[in-house]
């Protein structure tokens, strides 16, 4: 399904204006990070390096993802590029 929309900050002219413009992508880039997840769990900060986008667009979709019950965090962590420990995610299994 279609994404209905985007989360923004209340109040925010600037989130709600970058909320409005991620609509038309925001399938295919949770599909970019659905995609690097079933190849390989990884971090928020990992995904950003393997994927080459900003932290703005991953962490978003990474949420909506959680939310859509398609990917979870793990208990495992791994070190950021800043060397803080990170929540690692991975494609939940679906059973057939």
Same mark, same amino acid.
């Given at each position: 399904?279609?994404? #209905?929309?985007? *989360? ?8 709600k +204006?970058?909320? $409005? ?6 399938? +295919?880039? =949770? ?5 690097? @997840?079933? +190849?390989?769990? !990884?971090?928020? !900060?990992?995904?950003?390096? $393997? @994927?080459?986008? *900003?932290? =703005?667009? #991953?962490? *978003?979709?990474?949420? +909506? @993802? ?5 990917? $979870? $965090?793990?208990? &495992?962590?791994?070190?950021? &590029?800043? =060397?803080?420990?990170?929540? #690692?995610?991975? #494609? ?5």
């Amino acid at each position: 399904p279609a994404p #209905v929309g985007a *989360p923004y900050v209340s109040g925010s002219e600037t989130s709600k +204006e970058a909320a $409005r413009r991620i609509v038309p992508h925001m399938g +295919e880039l =949770q599909a970019r990070v659905y995609s690097a @997840l079933k +190849e390989q769990p !990884d971090t928020t !900060d990992g995904l950003e390096v $393997r @994927l080459g986008l *900003p932290h =703005q667009t #991953v962490s *978003p979709r990474v949420i +909506e @993802l959680t939310r859509k019950k398609l990917i $979870r $965090r793990t208990i &495992r962590t791994a070190l950021t &590029r800043s =060397q803080r420990l990170a929540f #690692v995610y991975e #494609v939940v299994e679906v059973k057939t």
